[in-house]
């Protein structure tokens, strides 16, 4: 708070700040609560159950879907987060930094429904030529590259995720100095010892935060998956099949709130341990002396 | 990382010259490989819906040729006048969320200690992280005649009636736009107000600035690119997420998204790919007039 400023003003900007943090939240505490009711939604009666996950937890075309979505998950944040991390590092020399960031970032701007539907066309229209080619050749090796299927998947996430990653990676490589490369190469380390052992570890928190947004993105998306994933179903599709066929059941409510509460708890780690992490920092550099300056 | 650097120059063996070689091209590729990816399944895709939009439709698929049946049947039809309220909501949401969430990006940047500013606007990245198709569909349950709010404001005695409006309506859709991309104001207002440093703001109280006049013509040209950036992406992604009017809206609530999704469900591939070169065409054409009027190029400055 700067001197200007009126206690009870600060106070209530406070006071509003949490108010809106908390309305983007209500929808989804609501639904937590909606489902530990045995009566389910618009009950008069509220009677706490475990019922609901203990279906979810016993479904198996949900725990099949389940297990896609963390194959899914996986595959997506083993490439998406090196891919965004060489591309940061690309992005610090490069001398045209516009184009790069642009590339990057630009599917942040672009629908779901548009990124899905261009990229389920185009994967169609190439796994016609890739055909046409392996029948000109003689050969069926090319049949089923772009068909659409897990690869399509991945691929249609990447493209999701790695602005989020490129950014998050950036922003913490934003602190680290280049001169400890430059050291390091002087030294006689090569290019893959001067980043492995010396700036690694410094922006080693940026690329496990991309991972764990990575994760979540891909567990969450709903649109892009159901458009390019062939045939197999992701947690979230089976859920919005059964949402728009049945309308929201008490499974419904137990699911959605299953998603919410893996998020929360992921973010909410990451957020709890970067600030464990920042006040062990700054102890620890209020006990160093002062640097001598001449 | 002195002990680091030791390690690093400890366990060095010199390189031959020719494995280095293919090991810097190999570098070389590498850096450029998630480019290269970019351009491949993202630049060309996109820029490919033009041509795809005038292939002819047949069947079941689409097949070469030169036709602009689908931009006729996007133009001179229901899908234009949906498209264009589309557009009028979608600036509604726009205006909304900056009232609400630019005086929070404002209040963290002047108000707040810069070790904590981080860590405040962190708190607004837990509700994006669920999942948006669930947040979206949680609203349904608040909004709905016997819902979270009607009963709250019911039982409290400020409405008699329940409030049927909020739901499977224009209003629905703008207060799903408003709760789903608020954050996005949030934080490319918090990135934008890197433009403003506190002490002008202690300079305009010095002068007595009221806080209209310091907000006019002081902090909106300066976090104007960051602004914009943020603005075209709520009102981008109001033309496009097609889940929003597809569950909050009622008759009439069509955007791009929902356009393209039941033109892909009706086979008709020219049509979506006509409606998702379109929005491309407005996006393209935001951003160049964003850049024109602002140098987007500035919201890097905190990211060089």
Redesign the interface.
Known sequence: MNEYENPWLHRLKWTYLLIVVLTLMIPVLYVMYISFNANGFGANEYVFTLEWYGLILSDEILIGALRWTMTLAVVVTVIAVPMALLAAKYYKTADNKLFVVFLLLAPLFVPPDILGSALLVSFKNLNAVFIWVGNGLGTSMFDSWFRLSFMTATIGLIIYTIPYSFVVILITMGRYRNEQTEAARACGANGWRAFWDIEFPQIRAGVFSACAFTVILVFNEYTRTSLLKGGFDTFTTVLISQMLNTGMSAQSYAMSALISFVAIAVIGSIILITLIRAETLARIARGKPEPATS | ?TS??S???G??T??KSVPLAS?ERL?YW??????I???L??????A??VV?SVFERTMF?MEPGFTLQAYENFFFSARLTNFLNSMKYSLISVVICFI??F??AV??R??IPL?AQH??V??????F???????V??????LQR?G?LNTTLTNLGIIDEPITALLYTHTGVVIGEV?SF??FIIFSGFLAMEAVP?FI??VC?DLGVGPWRRFKDVILPLAAPGIFAGS??IF??G?????LPNILGGAGAVN???I??QA?SALD?PL??A??AI??AT?MTL?WIGHRLFDL?KI?T???
């Open positions: 990382m680091a650097l390690n690093a120059t366990g060095v010199p390189a090991r570098a590498a850096f450029r490989a998630p480019l990816f970019m351009v399944f993202f630049a060309i895709p996109m490919m819906t795809f698929w609400l969430g005086p929070i209040f963290v002047k108000s070790v860590r405040v962190l708190l607004f990245i837990l509700p992280m669920v999942s948006e198709i669930i947040r569909f949680a609203l349904r349950p608040v016997n979270l709760m608020l954050p506190k703001f202690e109280d075209v992406f981008v992604n033309l496009g997420v097609a889940l791009a998204g929902l393209a999704t892909i591939f979506a790919m409606v998702s929005m491309m996006l951003l190029t890097l905190p990211l060089s």
